[in-house]
């Protein structure tokens, strides 16, 4: 009963601001800044670069890092017409905090096999501890898309450093065959997917707009080989460490994955208070299908009764 009213609050909220003819760009004044966070690993130092998105004035409300996934940067957040910057930043007033994992986008770029999930959730690790000694008492909220989930699942589950995990396109189920060969993953260290694998793993065609299927495709970044570790599944052993408020996401067409179960998806977090959610008519990158306005709401309304 509390959650749904919870839920009612928060779009009557929206209402309102609808009627007080406050538009997405104008509700909060967005001031960006761009970040540098040294990180090491094997006594090598790399840098992890992102975007700071703060809203003025500042609300207070907790602090959203954004990670994605294989094949994405920091770019997947700020996509024009599907824009998490303009909802969470302008509109609902909440910082955001999107970066660049190693070997992607503007962030070092180290031997491809280095980076296994392991040495990922190392050096993240190591930037939100920067982050936290820069925020005082905010909370911070990890929301990661597919691989960028799963490191989101393990940090979660071996430190107290998050205070909310919102997981997106990430499961425990078996995987389908979708993407490069085994024999590409040969070939060196970092993979790239051709613009039919990628359209084939994390779309659904009916649900959404080939011109952004083709703006997603022109900025594909290969994937480091090290990624391939992540089929391992190593978060399995600390889900049920995980204690804070948990929102599980998926696409309702999500390739990826042999069955979409999000109810046996939650049972792993044993000690978490877990929220799911399915996306209609939507594939594996939820969040760039024309559906994605579901996906925004639920979210909104879930940090509203949470945090």
């Not at 540098?36 to 670069?49: A, D, G, H, N, Q």
């Not at 409300?61 to 920091?74: F, N, W």
């Not at 017409?81 to 909440?94: D, Q, R, T």
């Amino acid at each position: 009963m509390e959650r749904n009213t919870m839920k009612f609050l928060y779009f009557l909220s929206l209402i309102m601001i609808s009627f007080a003819g406050i538009t997405h760009s104008h509700a909060f004044e967005v001031q960006s800044s761009n970040q540098e966070y040294s990180v090491s690993t094997l006594f090598c130092s790399y840098t992890i670069r992102g975007v700071q998105y703060q809203p003025v004035p500042d609300t207070g409300k907790p602090l959203l890092v954004l990670v994605h996934g294989a094949t994405y940067g920091k770019w997947m957040w700020d996509v024009p017409g599907y824009s998490w910057i303009n909802h969470f930043v302008a509109e609902l007033g909440y910082p955001v905090l999107s970066i660049d994992r190693l070997g992607y986008g503007e962030s070092s770029r180290p031997n491809g096999d280095l980076l296994t999930p392991r040495c990922q959730v190392y050096t993240l690790k190591q930037v939100l501890c920067q982050v936290a000694d820069s925020l005082e008492q905010r909370s911070i909220i990890w929301v990661g898309h597919s691989m960028g989930a799963l490191f989101g699942n393990m940090i979660a589950g071996e430190t107290d450093l998050l205070d909310g995990l919102i997981s997106i396109g990430f499961l425990h189920e078996q995987q389908t065959s979708t993407g490069p060969s085994l024999l590409q993953y040969l070939k060196g260290d970092y993979i790239s997917w051709t613009d039919e694998e990628r359209t084939t793993a994390f779309y659904y065609m009916q649900g959404a707009d080939p011109e952004i299927i083709d703006y997603d495709n022109q900025r594909a970044e290969p994937v480091p080989r090290g990624a391939i570790w992540s089929g391992l599944k190593p978060d399995s052993l600390v889900l049920g460490c995980i204690d804070i408020p948990v929102l599980l996401a998926s696409g309702q067409y999500d390739a990826l994955w042999e069955e979409i179960d999000l109810a046996a998806e939650a049972a792993l977090f044993a000690n978490a208070p877990v929220t799911t959610f399915v996306q209609e008519n939507a594939g594996h990158t939820n969040l760039l299908h024309q559906s994605n306005w579901a996906l925004l709401d639920e979210i909104g309304s879930w940090l509203v009764t949470y945090f």
